[in-house]
């Protein structure tokens, strides 16, 4: 298990960097005309403005999912062919969640209520980009780093096989 809470905290590190740098790129327009960078609101979690934070924020949250996910990945047996579709499912609900639970209260439910507001619409959908990113870089990183379980089984079944053919001859 332990191999796979390191392999999840960095490929959550770098899942957090993916994150931020997305955050960072996409603005949003606010109903006034003011235009702000996502990664901002990240910030205003720990009552910040600044870009810099916001970065941290997002890295520092993201290496800790990426850890959870790797114990996931290590109790529930993950593999690393089914891993991309786990982790696109994780990302997706840590958005979910981030709407209801993270989000200051003026923004919660945003998703639902971005039919009537562009501004709570570009918000939703950057946010959704950054959950996606994140998982992508999860996803590879598991694919490439993480424990082949498939090699093991097959790896005994093939001695098996070859201990058991001299026998039959």
Do not use: N
């Not at 990426?66 to 089914?82: I, K, Q």
């Amino acid at each position: 298990m332990r191999s796979g809470i390191i392999v999840g905290a960095g490929a959550g590190l770098g899942g957090g960097i993916a994150a931020a740098v997305v955050l960072s790129i996409l603005a949003i327009k606010g109903p006034h005309g003011e235009i702000t960078r996502a990664i901002t609101l990240v910030s205003h979690t720990i009552r910040s403005d600044s870009l810099a934070v916001g970065g941290l924020v997002q890295v520092a949250v993201a290496a800790a999912l990426g850890a959870l996910f790797g114990v996931l990945y290590d109790v529930v047996g993950l593999r690393r062919e089914s891993v991309a579709a786990w982790a696109t499912f994780y990302g997706i609900a840590w958005w979910i969640v981030g709407w209801f639970a993270v989000m200051l209260p003026p923004l919660r439910f945003a998703p639902w209520a971005a039919v009537e507001d562009p501004a709570l619409f570009q918000l939703a959908i950057a946010g959704l980009l950054a959950c996606l990113g994140f998982a992508a870089v999860l996803a590879a990183a598991f694919t490439l780093f993480g424990r082949d379980r498939a090699s093991a089984s097959d790896g005994r079944a093939g001695v098996a096989r070859s201990v058991a053919r001299p026998a039959a001859r």
